[in-house]
């Protein structure tokens, strides 16, 4: 069943549709607030089933690449360092660190490795399994919702990549506020619906994997609603993706050959793009590489794809 909702942001029901799906789920712009959502949403049920069996981080792609982590994590560890890193530049006397949907775990071994005392929250049991058997880290299954981390409360909690896929963002937020101790830093990152990739490429956007991202937010929306949940924002930042496939897209939309039609694709299908691609594809990719190289300026002008926001429990 699909279920037509309110903006989870203001509760207006007025809203314009922004991209319309052949399947009949549109993602739709709040006319009062500009938040961006689908509408009719998918039910509970169906996002239950879709994500019983993915399997979206890459050391917990196969066990090969796994062994592969074992055996050399600092090529790993790249990104997830300068995450920590900027953490440890707002907290610098460390402490108790909860990761939600900390997936296979790597944010959560580069964080223990900090000198961070960390817990994990994953509902997917095979993100629970590499944690807990390979990595050795304290990651309960579950959800916020369904469990209760054991070592509360918290000086940091990291939301990364996981409030567009909630179906009340909102509540998620004041449940973490719930785990803080007073002051505690939250980390929230999602894609960033006001980039200028997200509106030069539109329905081609590599972020527009649907019906897995039910919110888009822009540094406007996801400020109003750390503030609704009674966080005090500190900072929003943009950041780029590595993606080269926005790249290729950009190309295609160039020269007129871009998606025409909103269609309901999962992460996979990007996965695919990027690592089993064949040679023509491949050549796609380097010149998307290339092309998209330019695309470091955009941060400068808060125009990357993605969001890094940090707010302070008040
Ligand atoms: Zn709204």
């Not at 539109?202 to 400020?223: A, D, K, Q, R």
């Not at 996965?271 to 796609?284: D, F, L, P, Y």
Request: hydrophobic share 40%; net charge positive.
């Amino acid at each position: 069943m699909r279920q037509k909702i309110a903006c989870k942001l203001c509760n207006s029901f007025e809203y314009e549709i922004w991209l319309k799906s052949a399947e009949g789920f549109n993602l739709v712009r709040c006319k009062n607030c500009s938040l961006v959502y689908i509408n009719p949403q998918p039910s509970a049920r169906c996002l239950e089933e879709m994500y019983k069996n993915q399997k979206v981080f890459f050391i917990g792609a196969s066990r090969g690449r796994i062994k592969d982590y074992l055996k050399n994590k600092s090529r790993f560890w790249g990104a997830a360092q300068s995450k920590i890193k900027e953490i440890e530049k707002l907290f610098p006397h460390k402490g108790k660190l909860l990761d939600l949907g900390c997936a296979g775990g790597l944010f959560l071994d580069v964080a223990r490795d900090s000198g961070w005392d960390v817990q994990g929250i994953e509902p997917s049991k095979w993100g629970k399994d590499i944690a807990t058997r390979y990595l050795n880290l304290d990651v309960i299954q579950g959800t916020l919702q369904t469990v209760r981390p054991t070592k509360i409360p918290f000086d940091v909690v990291t939301f990364f990549d996981v409030i567009e896929h909630l179906q009340d963002p909102l509540t998620e937020l004041q449940r973490i506020k719930s785990v803080l101790k007073e002051n505690g830093l939250l980390v929230v990152t999602t894609p960033n619906i006001e980039s200028f990739v997200a509106k030069a490429l539109g329905i081609s956007w590599s972020m527009i994997t649907l019906p897995e991202h039910l919110f888009y937010f822009s540094p406007e929306t996801l400020s109003k609603m750390l503030k609704k949940s009674g966080f005090k924002v500190e900072k929003i930042e943009t950041r780029n993706s590595d993606i080269p496939y926005n790249g290729v897209q950009l190309i295609k939309k160039f020269l007129g050959k871009g998606n025409k039609e909103l269609r309901f694709v999962s992460n996979e299908g990007v996965e695919q793009m990027t690592s089993n691609a064949n040679v023509k594809q491949r050549i796609g990719h380097i010149i998307g590489h290339w092309f998209y190289a330019v695309a470091w300026l955009l941060p400068y002008f808060r125009q990357g794809e993605g969001l890094v926001a940090y707010a302070r429990k008040v």
